[in-house]
């Protein structure tokens, strides 16, 4: 009886004995469990973090080279992105449009560099302050362009007619302009030889009697300046450039002659066919301006009902070459004819 007992006790202690360690068992199994579940919420949000990481850096690299007026090198950085988000990709879009209106306007291409400038102006892809910032810059550096290619035109105009005064008032106003661009420097370069130029000859006309046949600026000198250099005007006036700046009285025969060739309303209708363009019937044409090269008629017509002008009528003023037939519209913003 009594080894029955003991026996039965030591069985009996031994399945209590046996519970802790099931407990022990369950909690160490719990806890793995638990861990590798946190360590693949780790992993999953250590790369997204890292990818997010290279994007923000990506980013951040492609402004400070904006800023440094890198484009070339931002789009690069950009396109060596391994993840190519949202952001990434407007602010690519925005400098493609941004190089073609920076590369048209150092080339002094206005007429170009109009629709990419317009296509620039009006993109709102992208919200990028750096971007934003280089965009108004080189905005403003296109309108001072365009305001020296009008002054530096009408100065090289007017001296083909030997409008020596105008010709230096418009040299002025050039030489005015803050050259935030370097086409606007080499304009001014060339500019100030043709204000040489003009120097020279009202010297010599002080110091002799003044020979009609004088020459004020070789045709030689005003092509390789207009013609000949990557930031020439841009405009369609540029058989002005090749005529020889005559004296006044030689300047009148010239026009003169050419007048008598053709009546008023044979040039009339040789600019219309030329010009390409379709004028109303009651449109009213003059001849405002004649030289060697080109005649300059305004074309006066009645406003849209729909406009608000309280004139009631539009004028547009052109300079056509008869002998290119090329036809040229001032622009009514920078007075320049393109």
Partial sequence: MGDDKKEGFAVDHAYRASWPLIVIVLLGLLTLSGCAKNTGGVTASSATTATNNSTTAVITKADQQISQQKIAAARKT?????????????????????????????????????????????????????????????IKQYQAVKLANGYYNAARDEL????????????????????THPVIKE?????????????????????????????????????????????????????????????????STSASSSSSELTTSAIIKQFQDASGVTFATDTEFNITKETSTYYQITAIYAA???????????????????????????????????
């Fill in 78 to 138: 950009l396109a060596r992105a391994s993840e190519s988000n949202a952001a990434v990709k407007t602010l690519a879009t925005g400098l493609k449009y941004y190089q073609e209106a920076e590369e048209a306007l150092e080339n002094n291409q206005l007429s170009l560099a109009k629709g990419y400038f317009d296509t620039l102006s009006s993109y709102d892809g992208t919200t990028d302050a750096s971007f934003i910032a280089a965009r108004k810059n080189l």
């Fill in 160 to 179: 083909s007619i030997h409008d020596l005064a105008t010709a230096k008032a418009n040299i002025d106003k050039l030489d005015s302009v803050q050259a």
């Fill in 187 to 251: 304009l001014q370069k060339k500019a100030l030889a043709m204000k040489q130029a003009i120097m020279n000859y009202e010297a010599s006309q002080s110091t002799s009697s003044g020979s009609d046949s004088s020459t004020v600026v070789s045709s030689s000198t005003v092509t390789s300046s207009s013609d000949n250099s990557a930031t020439s005007s841009s405009t369609d006036s540029t058989s002005a450039d090749t005529s020889t700046m005559t004296s006044s009285s030689n300047s």
């Fill in 304 to 338: 849209d009902a729909a406009s608000s002008s309280a004139s009631k009528t539009v004028t547009d003023t052109y300079r056509y070459y008869p002998d290119s037939g090329n036809v040229t519209k001032e622009n009514s913003a920078t007075g320049s004819f393109e």
